[in-house]
């Protein structure tokens, strides 16, 4: 309890980690959003390859000094194209394409970015830097967060509809690549964002843990995207005191804490837990 | 009248079938029948833009289907679907509205109770907040009846409704494609089971990559179409009776 009190005590006066608990939680609600579509639609994978493949963008946008958004914003589309040119366009299947294309952009950024910057840099892009948050990185954090609700409010039924039943919203004239790309975009926006808090690496964690342990609690898709924001954050809230407290880096503890209360919920839930599944099978 | 004309589908280079001709009356029920890979499933999904034509014409009264895209209705194969997607039975319903909302408007207090009268309809009144995974084969497809439904659709297009279902299920909706023939619309099934091919449909047709014959079903249903679409020895077994009673 002293710990707690002692990081209730430390957010008092460090105004470095109230930018890093604010960035947290906003990252955290986002994703959790997000990370619901990416995984009813079952493109977990991709959610992976498009937040690896915005890494030359920030390389290129570290180059040219122009905003990080609008340089991965444009590798993190490009990829989700090719992989839709190569799959479609050749007997090679999704996930296959999603593999080619995501390393060898994994791969440039690399290249780009030792180009461009010191090693110390690439340690924080891959990782997160979460104590070192500035106003600014605040700011446009908000901004995607926003972006985000404005997205999922504005189109919420189509994505509702395309990500149960693709063939029928296009048998009504729904655009539904429009839409897919729209998302994508959406997704590599989240993605940047979430870059300070986790890094690259374990975006991908963001997306689709807090997501999947919501699936586990609800029948209803409003509530599941409530719940996986709002895990989210709770994630971010306790990853941050953990980091804090046992001086863990602060990415990796906020993973695991969205993979402690995954566990949990997948002993535990109600709906396809493991203990619901286990009696229901010994029922049987 | 739903009259394709010179219809030529493929895929990859192998074309499903080849310059097929035929219509669709309305106020009629029309079966199609054929062996797997005939391209029946092709030929619904040519009508319902969902394949591309390499060549020839699909059109509804004149026009073409694209300008009459929101007056068609669509009831799918229930195995395409998420069943442990988090959506419960009445918003299944709704969805069958938002081709007429288009975007940015949300289902109002009118599109809810259409929903709610086309579940009674299909006899799933108290089945609304069921999660649609738990939900036995016939009633989930009763529920995308109820869907098609509430589209208020001038032609409605089923992809082998009965596949799996109970009786109880299929009574259920035969009843409502009658109704939608006497009100005048144009309903076409895809269908497998060919016991019930003369009771259920006014016409039909019969494929195997492209058009055998197509017409009323007393004259279309016969020994020697079955035999060209699908086998001889089935369509012996099939109109053994008849011939014994000749």
């Known amino acids: ?284 | 009248m739903l009259s394709i004309k010179n219809l030529t589908v493929a895929y990859d280079d192998t074309p499903v079938f080849t310059d097929v001709a035929v219509h669709f009356d309305a106020g009629k029920i029309t079966g199609i029948i054929g062996p797997n890979g005939a391209g029946k499933s092709t030929l619904i999904k040519a009508i319902l833009g969902l394949v591309k034509a390499r060549q020839g014409s699909v059109l509804y009264q004149g026009k073409s289907m694209r300008a009459v895209q929101k007056q068609v209705a669509y009831v799918e194969q229930r195995k395409d679907l998420d069943l442990n997607f988090p959506i419960n039975v009445f918003d299944v319903v709704l969805t069958g509205t938002y081709g007429k909302l288009g975007l940015f408007r949300d289902p109002g207090k009118q599109a809810k109770a259409a929903s709610r009268a086309a579940l009674e309809q299909v006899a799933l009144g108290d089945f609304e907040r069921r999660q649609i995974g738990q939900l036995s084969g016939g009633q989930l497809q009763r529920v995308f009846v109820a869907r098609a439904i509430v589209q208020e659709a001038e032609i409605i297009i089923l992809d082998e409704p009965f596949v799996g279902i109970d009786l109880q299920s299929e009574t259920a909706i035969m009843a409502i494609m009658k109704q939608w023939r006497d009100a005048g619309k144009t309903i076409i099934v895809i269908h497998h089971d060919l016991n019930k091919v003369s009771q259920y449909f006014d016409d039909l047709v019969v494929m195997n990559h492209g058009i055998v014959d197509y017409g009323p079903t007393d004259q279309v249903y016969n020994a020697q179409n079955i035999e060209r679409a699908f086998s001889a020895d089935l369509s012996a077994v099939l109109f053994e009776k008849q011939e014994v009673d000749q």
Request: proline share 1%.
């Open chain 1, 1 to 284: 309890m002293t710990s707690i009190s002692a990081f209730i005590g430390a957010l008092g006066r460090y105004e470095f980690l109230q930018s890093a608990l604010l960035t947290a939680i906003m990252v955290g609600i986002m994703s959790g959003i997000i990370g619901s579509f990416i995984i009813l639609r079952g493109m977990s994978l991709m959610g992976d390859a498009i937040s690896h493949a915005v890494l030359p963008g920030v390389a290129v946008a570290y180059m040219l000094g122009i905003n990080v958004l609008v340089g991965a914003s444009v590798f993190g589309i490009l990829a989700a194209v090719l992989i839709g040119f190569v799959a479609t366009h050749s007997k090679i299947k999704t996930d296959t394409s999603i593999g080619v294309v995501f390393s060898a952009f994994y791969a440039l950024g690399f290249i780009l970015i030792s180009m461009a910057e010191s090693a110390t840099n690439l340690h924080h892009i891959l990782f997160g830097n979460i104590l070192a948050v500035s106003d600014q990185d605040i700011m446009t954090t908000a901004i995607v967060l926003g972006i985000v609700i404005l997205f999922v409010s504005f189109f919420y039924k189509e994505l509702l509809i395309t990500s149960f039943d693709e063939t029928y919203a296009r048998t009504y004239g729904l655009k539904t690549q429009v839409l897919h790309y729209g998302l994508m975009l959406v997704l590599t926006l989240v993605t940047v964002s979430a870059l300070q808090t986790v890094g690259i690496i374990l975006v991908v964690a963001m997306l689709i843990t807090p997501a999947a342990t919501a699936f586990l609690w609800t029948n209803k898709l409003v509530t599941m995207l409530f719940l996986s924001a709002g895990i989210g954050a709770v994630t971010a809230i306790s990853g941050l005191y953990f980091s804090y407290t046992f001086n863990w880096a602060s990415g990796p503890a906020i993973v695991l804490m969205a993979a402690v209360l995954f566990a949990i919920s997948f002993i535990c839930a109600p709906k396809q837990g493991f203990l619901k599944w286990r009696s229901a099978k010994g029922g049987q």
